[in-house]
């Protein structure tokens, strides 16, 4: 159960896409088409922002979309708002009712 | 409006014992599938156990057999017991909802946390 790698830190200026890599190995990412990804701004609680990959939760924007390949995920934001400033967890799904999240990745908007 | 709150959060010696709650409510209870989570003070977010609606259980390697998940349907109440408790199991505990949406593998709704501190 060792955590997912993502890069510690994304910037972007308003307006631009970012894109946030999620890797791990054939028996989590690779294995299964069930990635999520998280928001977490500093001292609340996370919040859910793509599942199974590529589906949106219905109150989040457009903006936000997923991808997987291989083993890596990724999670692109669109059109930068300053909202978008925050703490992004990936998620995967490891069989047997267990899961494993990514190391987190802070995403500041310039 | 499905509303999860977490107690039970305290400073705990190593070693000691600990239960964390978590009253959920806005949504029926029982047929969801439910969580905990951790997060280290700075640092990131570790899933810790979870319990289907049927009751079956499983953890994470760093708390198995230490930590214990539960659920009592009668009082809309999920639970975390906690033994052996070790300076790292210092974390704010989160728990969380398994969303019944798709494929039952994301976690739709999540509680403000409680803060777990181990330390003599």
């Known amino acids: 159960q060792s955590a997912l790698t993502q890069p510690r830190s994304v910037s972007g200026s308003p307006g631009q896409s970012v894109t946030i890599s999620c890797t791990g190995t054939s028996s989590d990412v690779g294995g299964y088409n069930y990635v999520s990804w998280y928001q977490q701004h500093p001292g609340k609680a996370p919040k859910l922002m793509i599942y199974?990959?590529?589906r949106r939760p219905s109150r989040v924007p457009d903006r936000f979309s997923g991808s997987k390949s291989g083993n890596t995920a990724s999670l692109t934001i669109s059109g930068l708002q300053p909202d978008d400033e925050a703490d992004y967890y990936c998620c995967s799904f490891a069989g047997s009712y267990t899961w494993v999240f990514g190391g987190g990745t802070k995403m500041t908007v310039l | 409006e499905v509303e999860l709150v977490e107690s039970g959060g305290d400073l705990v010696q190593p070693g000691g014992s600990l239960r964390l709650s978590c009253a959920a409510s806005?949504?029926?209870?029982?047929?969801?599938?439910m969580i905990w989570v951790r997060q280290a003070p700075g640092k990131g977010l570790e899933w810790v156990s979870h319990i289907s609606d049927t009751y079956a259980l499983s953890n994470a390697d760093s708390v198995r057999g230490r930590f214990t998940i539960s659920r009592d349907n009668a009082k809309n109440t999920l639970y975390l017991q906690m033994s052996s408790l070790r300076a790292e199991d210092t974390a704010v505990y989160y728990c969380?909802?398994?969303?019944?949406?798709?494929?039952?593998?994301?976690?739709?709704?999540w509680g403000q946390g409680t803060l777990v501190t181990v330390s003599s």
């Open positions: 199974d990959v590529t």
């Open positions: 969380a909802r398994v969303s019944r949406s798709s494929n039952y593998k994301e976690f739709d709704f």
């Open positions: 806005g949504f029926p209870f029982s047929p969801y599938e």
